[in-house]
């Protein structure tokens, strides 16, 4: 088993920054890939970032590419997520996630299937 705990949310202006973190504890050995999701209310849960861990290569999607930055720590088992010139469309719970089985093309890492353990979310409200 492995547990993932979020920190780092908050309330913020728009224009504002925040960095996300998340600490994975237990069975970590085998991680392929960390990645962040978000969910605004009403809406369904969306990728933000990704990044394999080994090679760190990321992935990010377009609504936040260029403003959102995915880095990860292999020695404390900890992805981070800083989140700069945020907008209120990014007002969401935002989920670390972690996948531990590796797929031959990166990209998959986009994809919620791809993950076996989620962290509780993070709330993150920008306000205009």
């Known amino acids: 088993q492995v547990q993932l705990v979020e920190s780092g949310g908050g309330l913020v202006q728009a224009g504002g920054s925040l960095s996300l973190s998340c600490a994975a504890a237990?069975?970590?050995?085998?991680?392929?890939?960390m990645g962040w999701f978000r969910r605004a209310p009403g809406k369904e849960r969306e990728f933000v970032a990704c990044?394999?861990?080994?090679?760190?290569?990321?992935y990010y999607a377009d609504s936040v590419k260029g403003r959102f930055t995915i880095s990860r720590d292999s020695t404390k088992s900890t992805v981070y997520l800083q989140t700069n010139s945020l907008k209120p469309e990014d007002t969401a719970v935002y989920y670390c996630?972690?996948?531990?089985?590796?797929?031959?093309?990166?990209?998959?890492?986009?994809?919620?299937?791809?993950?076996?353990?989620w962290g509780q979310g993070t709330q993150v409200t920008v306000s205009s």
């Open positions: 996630a972690s996948a531990h089985v590796r797929y031959s093309t990166d990209s998959l890492y986009v994809n919620e299937w791809a993950y076996d353990y």
């Open positions: 990044a394999t861990w080994s090679a760190g290569n990321t």
């Open positions: 237990g069975r970590t050995f085998g991680t392929a890939a």
